[in-house]
């Protein structure tokens, strides 16, 4: 009697479903509408429906578009004594490290902070970090998100190197790096309360809050954006764009172009600015 109640029950959420809709998505925009539908009838989700629309866009995102630039990543030179890179892993609260040569400005490796516990305990007056680094991977700024993440589950690994097309070291990625664009900021022990409202990722490429005061923005950017209506640079997008935008649409003001990195069926949350040349951004 119970497999014939389930059964029933299974047949009457198909039956919802056929109800709401006719045929069947035939491109990803269609899918998300249908996905939207779904939600609307509380058969799906917020969150869930965030998470796919994420799966959805890591798709289209590539790896320059999130990295943490060079003059952001956090080092250890591989001349460095033990307990300077003690220090330097207490203070960051990272758990991986890219290793340099400062000699050849090159990245030699990767150091994981849990290889250097028992030579912390040792005190090991022998101790040289060239004995613990661990090959570094190394991708072009090119590469999609979704690929990196196939990429890191079958290879093991949680962090790359990011090489320009001179073959220069221009900035790195995790793995964390990529599941926030599924789920969500991801916040640690060791992250600011404090967001930080405009981060830059390479060259011209920058994620910016909804939420970013308007004037702070126009100060970063150098522009003159002026509304008495609305505080903040989300809000004065939404003047421009007319209505509540879905994830990977953009809009372009002013030389920057502004695309939809990161919403849900409420509000913007995040955006990607980039500058195309018209404005002198000093920041790095």
């Known amino acids: 009697m119970a497999d014939a109640d389930n059964g029933g029950s299974t047949r009457g959420w198909l039956d919802k479903i056929v109800n709401i809709f006719t045929g069947e998505p035939q491109n990803q925009k269609q899918l998300l509408e249908l996905l939207k539908n779904l939600q609307s009838h509380e058969l799906l989700g917020v969150d869930e429906l965030t998470m796919i629309e994420g799966v959805l866009q890591v798709a289209d995102l590539q790896v320059r578009d999130i990295m943490i630039p060079r003059g952001q990543m956090v080092v250890l030179d591989q001349e460095d004594s033990l307990p300077e890179i003690i ?3 207490t203070e960051s609260g990272h758990s991986r490290f890219p290793v340099i040569d400062d000699d050849k400005d090159d ?3 990767i150091l994981l902070a849990k290889d250097l516990l028992q030579q912390s305990l040792d005190q090991d007056e ?11 991977s190394f991708i072009p700024e090119s590469k999609r998100l979704n690929v990196l993440l196939k990429d890191f589950r079958v290879n093991r690994s949680h962090m790359a190197m990011i090489v320009d097309e001179y073959g220069g070291v221009s900035g790195l990625i995790t793995i964390e790096d990529v599941l ?3 789920v969500g900021k991801i916040d640690d022990e060791h992250d600011e309360d404090e967001e930080v409202d405009i981060q830059p990722h390479g ?3 920058y994620s910016v809050r909804a939420l970013t005061p308007l004037p702070d923005f126009n100060d970063y950017f150098d522009t003159e954006f002026e509304s008495e209506d609305v505080e ?3 809000g004065y997008l939404l003047g421009h764009i007319g209505h509540l935008p879905e994830r990977g649409e953009s809009i372009a003001l002013d030389n920057l172009t502004f695309k939809v990195l990161n919403a849900d069926s409420r509000q ?3 955006y990607q600015v980039i500058d195309h040349g018209g ?3 000093d920041h790095h």
Request: net charge negative; charged share 25%; glycine share 6%.
């Open 203 to 205: 060259a011209n490429h």
């Open 107 to 109: 990245v030699v490796g």
């Open 126 to 136: 022998d101790f040289e970090i060239r004995d613990y680094i661990r090959p570094a």
């Open 180 to 182: 926030e664009q599924i």
């Open 87 to 89: 220090e330097k892993i």
């Open 232 to 234: 903040t640079i989300g």
């Open 279 to 281: 404005h002198s951004v």
């Open 268 to 270: 913007v949350h995040l």
